[in-house]
């Protein structure tokens, strides 16, 4: 299905293209029938989900495959506990998917906006010291490559592919179908506080090790860490979830309304920004409950904004956090949005952020009407020294001649991609710049 032409851009509006063409593909055979086209016609060809990267990792400057239409799941394993999607089935809507079955995610993000195809080829990733990122559940794909053959890759079919696949940057094909390994479903305690700062960085390595799920938002000009620590309970724990009175204030009126009018007010008068943080330390993020554990783990976005975050070794990120504040104090900028701080196990997959070690994350953000530039390279140089790798889905500045140097499987994926891409269908001038030409 073809509808009309224009401008596209992701959610950040941070990139932004008008493709050539753009198709709805309803079925496996219509994304195959798109790529042989494309290369028939000598037209470089990218697929796209929700546009929830940050980078122009999907931009697509000749045809477009928006996979909205290509949702839902495909078959279940019982047994196994095993459910295979198709590609652009939405994060959001797979619970309900999952829920007939007894099933669930292992782990997610905080935003479940996003397709399953886009996260797992950008290395989306939620927080646990013990759990890896969405694509560690991923236990076979399909995919179509740019000689137009339909690939299955799973623990049958070409298994030595799939640590590639599982973050495959949308360099290797289109993903069609998407096989997750779930678990039975399960219950979430959440306790949300705010602590001392210093305090909670000083127990940092404890409290990533010590939960299911621990993270903290720090609001720069404060003292205040806004802790979140989440205990995974069996499927027939009782449930106290958040009022509906309750979610809306904290997460409509409080978290969207409100800090939107703050980011507004920090753009035009930057120094207010130190006061109103404190206050958001106060009044924000102080709440316990328990409910299924998609419900815990993702929370509303909807100020828009712009983000760069760097995997470092579990071991730096302590000092990459103590780094980043005297940064922001040295420099006397004013930051609205709260610095990020999430961990991750470590695992095998080729390009994955938390390959070859335990990770831990630290993400910073500006709201999307500011320039991030200054502050976003500032921060990078500090990750870069501590051994850090960028999200792939969020901003940041690297070439292939440094990221190869970060990951021992960079050369053997690019020589996959040779072979799977040879003509370079699924290129853009972001995969030049960060695999090479």
Request: hydrophobic share 40%.
């Amino acid at each position: 299905m073809t509808r009309p032409e224009g401008t596209w851009q992701n959610w950040g509006r941070s990139a932004r293209v008008r493709p050539q063409r753009v198709e709805f593909p309803r079925s496996v055979g219509a994304v195959v029938r798109a790529v042989e086209a494309a290369k028939t016609r000598g037209m470089l060809i990218k697929a796209v989900g929700a546009g929830h990267s940050f980078t122009g990792i999907a931009v697509a400057p000749g045809v477009l495959l928006d996979l909205t239409d290509l949702s839902g799941i495909v078959s279940v394993d019982r047994e196994r506990s095993r459910v295979t999607l198709l590609a652009g089935t939405r994060l959001h809507r797979i619970p309900a998917l999952l829920a007939p079955y007894g099933l669930a995610m292992q782990n997610l993000g905080d935003i479940d906006r996003q397709s399953i195809a886009g996260a797992i080829s950008t290395g989306t990733h939620g927080t646990g010291s013990r759990f890896g990122g969405i694509s560690t559940q991923v236990v076979g794909a399909k995919l179509v490559t740019g000689t137009g053959e339909l690939l299955t890759v799973d623990e049958n079919e070409n298994a030595d592919l799939l640590p590639a696949v599982a973050v495959g940057l949308g360099a290797l094909g289109i993903l069609v179908e998407v096989t997750l390994q779930c678990v039975p479903a399960f219950v979430i305690h959440a306790l949300e506080r705010p602590e001392p700062l210093e305090a909670v960085l000083d127990e940092l390595d404890e409290r990533g090790t010590g939960a299911d799920h621990f993270e903290l938002y720090w609001f720069p000009h404060t003292d205040v860490a806004m802790t979140k620590t989440n205990t995974r309970l069996p499927a027939d724990a009782p449930l106290h979830p958040l009022s509906a009175a309750g979610k809306w204030v904290d997460d409509v009126l409080i978290g969207t309304a409100v800090h939107e009018a703050v980011c507004r007010l920090g753009k035009i008068a930057p120094g207010s920004i130190p006061f109103v943080n404190r206050t958001a330390a106060k009044i924000w993020g102080d709440r316990e409950f328990t409910d299924r554990s998609h419900r815990v783990f993702a929370t509303a976005r909807d100020v828009r904004f712009r983000e760069m975050e760097y995997a470092v070794p579990a071991d730096n990120l302590r000092p990459a956090i103590d780094a980043v504040r005297a940064l922001i104090d040295d420099r006397g900028w004013r930051i609205s949005f709260p610095i990020e701080v999430r961990f991750a196990a470590a695992d095998d997959l080729w390009l994955s952020t938390a390959s070859g070690r335990a990770s831990g994350y630290l993400a910073v953000h500006r709201y999307w009407r500011e320039d991030p530039t200054e502050y976003f390279e500032a921060v990078e140089q500090i990750m870069l020294s501590l051994g850090g790798r960028p999200h792939w889905g969020k901003m940041h500045t690297l070439d292939a001649s440094v990221l190869r140097g970060r990951y021992p499987r960079f050369d053997d994926f690019v020589a996959l991609r040779d072979r799977l891409d040879p003509d370079r269908l699924f290129r853009n001038r972001y995969l030049d710049r960060v695999l090479g030409e």
